[in-house]
């Protein structure tokens, strides 16, 4: 089975940031990943898709890049809304997510 | 815009068994529920999502975690637009929110992406 890694499990930052979440894939998976956004009380928000290709709707300051085995989220100039957890998951004829990262506020 | 709306959830003795549903509506025009693959994804408290079960528009592909396999049953009802997870021997670490989603999947091709969730539905097993 594929299992997804991720890291950091958390970080601080600070509005106007620029963050990176990585994510790393047991074996190759092209590049079928996608990401999600995930506010307390809520249910997550499909963000990226492909490991690259940005849902509609999501800001632009939202990025993914990746193939193979590694992936990054990359969110530029972090706003106040961007405090949040994020996952990564595999998507190819099953389903597997990272363990999340939790974005705080520094 | 597509609504997923839970329901089922509750609280169960650990060996007991829960039926949780999920009612889809507003798909676009062109589109109905049986266009859709459908997930079940479930949350712990405080901990991460776990994917527990998938199942293709036409109920021909059914998938399950390894952690719920031989005791939980995915199925659906394309005629009454609806999800269901059929949950026997619940054990207390089955004790979560449940989400119901849609796969982002256009026409009936399943991506096991998941564009749309409901708000999800508690599970809680305790004696």
């Known amino acids: 089975d594929i299992q997804m890694t991720q890291s950091p499990p958390s970080l601080s930052a600070s509005v106007g940031d620029r963050v990176t979440i990585i994510c790393r894939a047991s074996?190759?998976?092209?590049?079928?990943v996608n990401w999600y956004q995930q506010k307390p009380g809520k249910a997550p928000q499909f963000l990226i898709y492909?490991?690259?290709s940005l849902q509609r709707g999501v800001p632009s300051r939202f990025s993914g890049s990746g193939s193979g085995t590694d992936f990054t989220l990359t969110i530029n100039n972090l706003q106040p809304e961007d405090f949040a957890t994020y996952y990564c998951q595999y998507s190819y004829k099953t389903l597997a997510f990272g363990g999340g990262t939790k974005i705080d506020i520094k | 815009e597509v609504q997923l709306v839970e329901s089922g959830g509750g609280l169960v003795q650990p060996g007991g068994s829960l039926r949780l549903s999920c009612a889809a509506s507003g798909f676009p025009s062109g589109y109905n529920f049986d266009d859709f693959a459908m997930h079940w994804v479930r949350q712990a408290p405080g901990k991460g999502l776990e994917w527990v079960a998938s199942i293709s528009w036409n109920s021909e592909t059914i998938t399950y975690a390894d952690s719920v396999k031989g005791r939980f049953t995915i199925s659906r009802d394309n005629a009454e637009n609806s999800l269901n997870l059929q949950m026997n021997s619940l054990r207390p670490d089955d004790m979560a929110l449940y989400y119901c989603?849609?796969?982002?999947?256009?026409?009936?091709?399943?991506?096991?992406?998941?564009?749309?969730w409901g708000q999800g539905t508690t599970v809680i097993v305790s004696s």
């Open positions: 492909a490991a690259t």
């Open positions: 074996q190759s998976i092209s590049r079928y």
């Open positions: 989603i849609k796969d982002a999947g256009s026409g009936q091709t399943s991506y096991y992406a998941l564009d749309v």
